[in-house]
């Protein structure tokens, strides 16, 4: 029997409790349309991953390894904060979450 197979059962006998798949612990934010939708406000941008279904993640810090704060789907508005631009790639958001996305997934605003 598989490591990856044994482990979830070991966790249950120890815990008496199931282990959370980790994609469970994220809140995802449904997207306002089903399509793309460009914001027209200077503060604001709409998600852009280029994938029917792509999602973004909403970070605590700006880099790839700081902790999930939540996911945005394809198209979703976000405003973003005066000056959140870092010139690394990433940009502070505050709406509908507060944190910090990947500028590259973005487009209607900061790219």
Same mark, same amino acid.
């Given at each position: 029997?598989?490591?990856?197979?044994?482990?979830?059962?070991?966790?249950?006998?120890?815990?008496?409790?199931?282990?959370?798949?980790?994609?469970?612990?994220?809140?995802?934010?449904?997207?306002?349309?089903?399509?793309?939708?460009?914001?027209?406000?200077? &503060?604001?941008?709409?998600?852009?991953?280029?994938?029917? &279904?792509?999602?973004?993640?909403?970070?605590?810090?700006?880099?790839?390894?700081?902790?999930?704060? $939540?996911?945005?789907?394809?198209?979703?508005?976000?405003?973003?904060?005066?000056? $959140?631009?870092t010139g690394s &790639?990433?940009?502070?958001?505050?709406?509908?979450?507060?944190?910090?996305?990947?500028?590259?997934?973005?487009? &209607? $605003?900061?790219?």
């Amino acid at each position: 029997m598989k490591t990856s197979i044994l482990l979830p059962i070991f966790f249950m006998a120890i815990t008496g409790c199931a282990p959370i798949h980790p994609a469970a612990a994220y809140p995802t934010l449904p997207a306002p349309t089903s399509k793309v939708v460009t914001a027209s406000h200077p &503060g604001q941008a709409s998600v852009c991953t280029h994938v029917a &279904g792509g999602k973004l993640n909403v970070r605590a810090n700006a880099n790839s390894r700081a902790a999930v704060l $939540g996911v945005l789907e394809e198209g979703a508005v976000v405003e973003m904060l005066e000056n $959140g631009e870092t010139g690394s &790639g990433w940009v502070e958001i505050r709406s509908p979450l507060l944190g910090w996305v990947n500028s590259h997934f973005l487009c &209607g $605003g900061v790219q």
